[in-house]
């Protein structure tokens, strides 16, 4: 297996105006932002060949053959929760059977597990338990950094933050610092959900709503943190709200600069309270990467995340506008709770083969995109 060629615009011109995508594909080749009406419009054409291909030129405008990955490990601290949200199949009540929460030496210990493993990342997340404290956040951090000190903690996302805040009696900018201190380096994308009000009301009424997640983004980007951004769909939510959700982010990234990457969430609705909800399908989530990429033009990666959509969906999505496959990952929860099919890892070298096996050239990444190593790319086929 070779590189594949790298897609030429005036073949991509030609099959976009023959879709009738002439005006967006003008937009794209001059670096014009989309409208809302041209997201929605992108979301809604029927050709999703000429929509992909379109994304797939962006794509390969920014980063080339390269297909980024990295060598993580997930901790889902806890997974007690008091928000309730419908999509959840991870959350537990406390004192419910399943419940648990990790003490901040359990994690280090699951961090020293794996010193043999050239890991880079701990990927941190978890449900809002009101009993934690302060200084449990703080130790937690401190405790998986003590035990791998050149590990990266990418931790909590923005509702875990208002959480945080909230217990802590201090400024925004004094959490962000104390947990700097601490040893955290980014934050991940998720609580996202979709910035619809309506459909907060009617599936996370109890989480922070689009402002505030926009918001606390803002002032962790502002105190030196990068963030990810993310969106849940393929549940209830209308393709112009999903337009409306990611012109949101652009905005913000046009202010701060602070997205490193956008990573489209697709529902998985097994043994969640909107479980009668059919699962998304490989269309549906291969036109959401090409979307994202080509209306996300400032935020320089789009994820398809091989854990949410199964490693077949997400290799062919690195030729829909995707360049980065996330990681090794290792015990992930939230999507396997969810009725996830797909392993809970992968190693080094099947992530390797399944980018080469795309005809893009593996490169590892540490979690602020810095190249760790540059794979070759002509290796010969898995199959
Ligand atoms: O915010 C919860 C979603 C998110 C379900 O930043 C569900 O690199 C589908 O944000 N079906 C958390 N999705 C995960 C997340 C993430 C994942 C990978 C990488 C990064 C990153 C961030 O998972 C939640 C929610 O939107 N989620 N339940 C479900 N049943």
Redesign the pocket.
């Known amino acids: 297996m070779t590189l594949r060629p790298l897609s030429s615009q005036s073949r991509v011109a030609a099959v976009v105006r023959a879709a009738g995508l002439g005006a967006v594909g003008e937009k794209i080749f001059n670096n014009i932002p989309l409208t809302l009406d041209d997201a929605v419009l992108i979301y809604q054409h029927p050709d999703l060949n000429a929509v992909g291909a379109l994304a797939n030129w962006k794509r390969e405008q920014i980063h080339g053959d390269r297909a980024y990955f990295n060598v993580n490990q997930h901790i889902n601290y806890t997974n007690i929760c008091n928000k309730l949200?419908r999509?959840?199949?991870?959350q537990r009540l406390p004192g419910q059977s399943g419940a648990y929460v990790f003490t901040p030496e359990e994690a280090a210990a699951k961090i020293r597990a794996t010193l043999d493993q050239p890991v880079t990342e701990v990927?941190m997340?978890a449900g809002i338990d009101p009993k934690l404290t302060y200084d449990y956040y703080l130790n937690l951090v401190r405790a998986v950094k003590a035990a791998r000190p050149d590990i990266h903690v990418?931790a909590f996302?923005m509702v875990e933050i208002e959480q945080i805040h909230k217990i802590s009696k201090k400024s925004l900018e004094e959490v962000f610092a104390d947990l700097k201190q601490a040893g955290l380096g980014s934050l991940?994308?998720?609580?996202?959900?979709i910035f619809s009000e309506r459909v907060r009301k009617l599936l996370f009424p109890l989480k922070i709503g689009a402002d505030r997640w926009l918001e606390i983004a803002r002032t962790a980007h502002r105190c030196g943190l990068k963030s990810?951004c993310?969106m849940?769909y393929g549940h209830i939510e209308t393709k112009l709200e999903k337009a409306e959700h990611l012109l949101r982010l652009r905005e913000l990234q046009t202010e701060t600069g602070g997205f490193q990457?956008f990573?489209p969430?697709?529902?998985?609705?097994e043994n969640?309270d909107i479980d009668e909800l059919p699962a998304s399908t490989a269309v549906n989530d291969l036109r959401e990467i090409a979307v994202a990429r080509l209306v996300l033009d400032n935020i320089p990666h789009i994820?398809s995340?091989w854990?949410?959509l199964g490693v077949s969906i997400a290799q062919t999505a690195l030729c829909f506008g995707a360049d980065d496959l996330?990681g090794t990952v290792k015990e992930e929860r939230?999507?396997h709770d969810?009725g996830a099919d797909t392993p809970q890892e992968l190693d080094r070298d099947e992530l390797i083969q399944i980018i080469r096996a795309a005809g893009r050239r593996p490169v590892e990444r540490d979690t602020l995109y810095r190249v760790v190593r540059v794979e070759s790319a002509g290796a010969e086929s898995v199959h």
């Open positions: 949200c999509f959840c199949a991870f990927h997340v990418k996302t991940p994308g998720g609580g996202a959900e990810n993310t849940l990457t990573i969430l697709t529902f998985h609705p969640t994820k995340y854990i949410q996330d939230i999507y969810a």
